[in-house]
Structures are given as structure tokens and as C-alpha cells.
């Protein structure tokens, strides 16, 4: 049973920083493509970085020179560190795997930058 469980999200203020945390089970996480993306109210599911071993990660321009995807194979989690966050940036930000059997969605973790 595949599992991916979003930790590490809150309430920070502008300008501060968040590690959010994603622990895979169930599937071979190393072949797998990790990503995370966002879900702000009233808009459409946005992708914000895809990370895949071997290959240099993607960013998309919302977060790019602010946020830095990485992986821990040994571990199974994938990580998104944001940095100078923003109030656009509120989102409930959701991890996705995509694997040879299929693509699997997270719960979700609730990130708001507010002050």
C-alpha cells in the first residue's frame, strides 16, 4: 500500500523559512519521480519543483531561487525547503510520486505566510 505523508508545514511570516516533509512507503522510491506542488483557495493545483535521481531538479518560476527540493533514498522522504516566503505562497502544498504502477497523492500540508 502506497503512502506519502506530508509533514512540516504552519504559519510563518513573511521573509521566514519552512521545511516541509514527505515520507514514501509501499513503492521502490528510487526509480520513482518525486514533486511537490501547491493548492492555493479558489485555484487550480500548481506544480512547484519534480526531483528525480540522476536528474537536475525543475522548479517552477513561483519558487525558483527561493526553494530547494532534495531527496533522502535511504530515508524515503523527499523534502522542499522554502525560504523568503511570501503570502502567495499560502497553499496547502501536496507531494505527488509518480511510479511505474501509477501516480499517488499525499494529504496534503497546510502552509500560510502571514504576519
Known amino acids: 500500500q502506497v503512502q506519502l505523508v506530508e509533514s512540516g508545514g504552519g504559519l510563518v511570516q513573511p521573509g521566514g523559512s519552512l521545511r516541509l516533509s514527505c515520507a514514501a512507503s509501499g513503492f521502490t522510491f528510487s526509480s520513482a519521480v518525486m514533486s511537490w506542488y501547491r493548492q492555493a483557495p479558489g485555484k487550480e493545483r500548481e506544480l512547484v519543483a519534480r526531483i528525480r535521481l540522476g536528474f537536475s531538479p525543475y522548479y517552477a518560476s513561483s519558487g525558483k531561487g527561493r526553494f530547494t527540493i532534495s531527496r533522502d533514498d535511504a530515508k524515503s522522504t523527499v523534502y522542499l525547503q522554502m525560504n523568503s516566503l511570501k503570502p502567495d505562497d499560502t497553499a496547502v502544498y501536496y507531494c505527488?510520486?509518480?511510479?511505474?504502477?501509477?501516480?499517488?497523492w499525499g494529504q496534503g500540508t497546510q502552509v500560510t505566510v502571514s504576519s
Open positions: 505527488k510520486a509518480e511510479t511505474d504502477w501509477g501516480d499517488y
